[in-house]
């Protein structure tokens, strides 16, 4: 996904430090917000992969850091559960007035509680995701159990939170206590999709169980089995992003679909970290990967195993095609492919013996009622599908740089 630094003024006057996530076309159909855990940043694994989840989609994702937060200006002990609303509401302020006003607000932890009561205010705002959210602003207090005493005694305290040290004032703790969440939801009255882990330790899942029941259909709720409160694990924040893309795409009045606008067939994009590739091609949005063994993460094909599945579609297309056309008993077409690199030594016939030849073993099965004949010109057929001639013919490549403005 393309990344973009940005940053916007809060109400206080600080700057906020963000980044937006573009599809890889640089032409989303709809922006989201996202609304970081209590004490996190934008840099988070799980919003960075949810990001990436929506981006393919279409949706381009806002994600930024709270005061005094992360990059962000301002001191965090001077904030408050309001303050983070009021960030979220400057935030959609500044996709407004410089893109798009957002119709998607996502919050894990305590900033799905943000997310709420920014949503009630937020009429651009047409759905509501949320991640691992207490169903009331003031459950994070028992993150700071050990220092509630002081904290109401001397005002303030330094708390351990997440093996960070934080300052947390009074006027945090009145103004989390303050919140109905359950009178914003009875009110709200816009689609909402609950995510939450049973195995959550940090907000148990009755949490889900409260923010459902107080809320009104269409409302969803989708267990994240297995995961941890902070989706540290990359393969659930994968999941969850997936389901948020999916599921919004809904509620969203999206007009039909048109070519894509790009001045090209295909876009790939992969950023800074790793190497998953978003790839865009017409009106479809997949993602390319490397195998865990070699440092990626396995999200989507590699390179040769997306050039193998171009010859394999290709493959079974020529022959339905060819056979629809004889009016030929042909039920069902199934390629198998193999791609390796074998030293040019093993080709008796080849005159340039340097360096390797590309190997692609293609198996096909036919099923129908076929004779022997028919079954041969179909396997003729296979070698002059368009890929299998592409691949065999002498290719030229022109590359250059794109311009930047």
């Known amino acids: 996904m393309k990344s973009h630094k940005v940053e916007f003024t809060n109400a206080l006057g600080y700057k906020l430090s963000a980044k937006l996530e573009l599809p890889a076309n640089q032409h989303p159909h709809s922006f989201a917000l996202f609304a970081h855990v209590f004490t996190g940043n934008k840099n988070l694994i799980a919003t960075r992969h949810i990001s990436r989840a929506l981006t393919l989609d279409g949706v381009a994702v806002l994600r930024f850091d709270f005061t005094g937060l992360g990059d962000s200006e301002g001191d965090f002990a001077d904030t408050t559960f309001s303050s983070n609303v009021e960030d979220l509401i400057a935030a959609a302020k500044y996709l407004e007035d410089n893109y798009q006003a957002p119709k998607i607000i996502i919050g894990h932890s305590l900033g799905g509680a ?3 009561f920014a949503a009630a205010r937020l009429e651009s705002v047409l759905t509501i995701a949320t991640i691992g959210t207490p169903s009331e602003p003031e459950h994070v207090s028992h993150l700071l159990a050990d220092s509630l005493e002081t904290i109401e005694a001397n005002g303030a305290a330094r708390v351990n939170v997440g093996g960070r040290i934080f300052t947390i004032k009074k006027e945090f ?42 809320s009104y259909h269409p409302k969803s709720f989708v267990t994240l089995d297995g995961a941890d409160h902070m989706l540290s694990n990359k393969n659930d924040a ?8 999916s599921w919004a795409t809904r509620y969203l009045n999206l007009p039909k679909k048109d070519t894509l606008k790009t001045d090209r067939q295909v876009v790939a994009k992969l950023g800074e970290i790793g190497y998953t590739t978003e790839i865009i091609a ?7 990967d490397e195998a865990e063994e070699v440092n ?19 493959t079974a297309m020529t022959l339905q095609m060819y056979a629809r056309r004889k009016g030929w008993d042909l039920k069902e077409v199934k390629v198998h492919l193999d791609h390796g690199k074998r030293y040019v030594d093993d080709c008796m016939t080849c005159e340039n013996k ?19 004949e028919q079954r041969m010109r179909l396997l003729d057929i296979a070698n002059k599908c368009p890929v299998h001639r592409t691949l065999e013919s002498e290719i030229r490549i022109n590359t250059s740089l794109e311009e930047i403005p």
């Open 173 to 214: 703790l009145d103004d989390i206590r303050s919140k109905n969440m359950f009178e914003t939801l009875r009110t709200l009255r816009k689609p909402i999709l609950i995510l939450h882990s049973p195995q959550d330790r940090i907000v148990e899942i009755e949490n889900a169980a409260k923010i459902y029941h107080a």
């Open 296 to 314: 990626g993460d396995d999200f989507g094909p590699s390179p040769y195993q997306l050039l193998s599945a171009a010859l394999g579609a290709c």
């Open 354 to 372: 340097e360096g390797r030849l590309d190997h692609f073993d293609r198996i096909i099965e036919l099923e129908g009622n076929l004779t022997a």
């Open 238 to 245: 994968a999941y969850a992003g997936s389901l948020i893309a």
């Open 114 to 116: 943000a997310a709420i």
């Open 282 to 288: 017409g009106n479809h949005g997949i993602l390319a």
